[in-house]
């Protein structure tokens, strides 16, 4: 079974439109995120929940927005998107402690034109 | 803040070669040292960990020691392989705190291994 998953694999849209991407864990932790990786592979973590609830919202444009229905769900929605959002966004999972392993998704690899 | 400085890619070396990454960090306390790697078209997988000084994490043939004193936490693996061809990420977690779940990654590493 995996363990994190995500949904769609790859998302290919026009400039402006709203996207969601889904995320799914299996593995009863209580924490989950969502990272940003550019072209050049650089990763960068956008927001994390604990419980549902917000923890971690670094810098990120308000046209993101994450929602958590449950600890075992993350999504992510994206509003008026732009040709810089381009990048694969990948959600992980781990338990609160902090210094336990994050497990990552596959990636969704998302492309605006 | 913290940070994670690895050296810079590509990296590419004949197979059964020695290999070394280097990863630096810059964090206050003890930090939580940690190298992923990401195969191509994949998400992340955790490679090795080490949560105290002087720790030494290990899987597959990788190894890495925790240094506290140069704040180091160098990848090494003595006989590469083609399959071990893929990006590797040095990451940190901060000691305790509102922020000791959130990873900070470096820059990633691409190591390419030729037959």
């Known amino acids: 079974d995996t363990a994190v998953s995500q949904t769609p694999k790859y998302l290919v849209t026009q400039m402006g439109n709203d996207k969601s991407i889904k995320c799914e864990q299996n593995?009863?932790?209580?924490?989950m995120y969502w990272y940003k990786q550019d072209s050049k592979k650089f990763l960068k973590i956008m927001f994390s929940?604990?419980?549902?609830?917000?923890?971690i919202n670094e810098t990120v444009p308000n046209r993101f927005s994450p929602k958590s229905p449950d600890k075992a769900h993350l999504n992510l929605h994206i509003n008026s998107l732009e040709l810089g959002d381009s990048a694969v966004y990948f959600c992980?999972?781990?338990?609160?402690?902090?210094?336990?392993?994050?497990?990552f998704g596959p990636g969704t690899r998302l492309l605006v034109l | 803040g913290n940070s994670v400085t690895q050296m810079e890619g590509p990296v590419t070396l004949s197979e059964e070669a020695f290999l070394t990454i280097n990863c630096t960090y810059t964090?206050?306390?003890?930090?939580?040292l940690f190298w992923y790697v990401q195969y191509p078209g994949e998400g992340l997988q955790l490679l090795l960990k080490?949560?105290?000084?002087?720790d030494k994490g290990s899987n597959k043939g990788f190894e890495a020691t925790y240094r506290k004193e140069t704040t180091s936490f160098h990848l090494e693996k003595g006989s590469v392989q083609v399959s071990d061809s893929a990006v590797y990420f040095c990451?940190?977690?901060?000691?305790?705190?509102?922020?000791?779940?959130?990873?900070?990654f470096g820059k990633g590493t691409k190591l390419s291994v030729i037959p």
């Open positions: 593995l009863g932790h209580d924490t």
């Open positions: 990451a940190l977690s901060p000691q305790g705190g509102a922020g000791s779940y959130q990873l900070t």
């Open positions: 080490a949560t105290k000084a002087d």
């Open positions: 992980a999972s781990s338990q609160m402690r902090g210094r336990e392993t994050q497990y």
């Open positions: 929940y604990n419980n549902k609830e917000l923890i």
């Open positions: 964090a206050t306390g003890y930090p939580s």
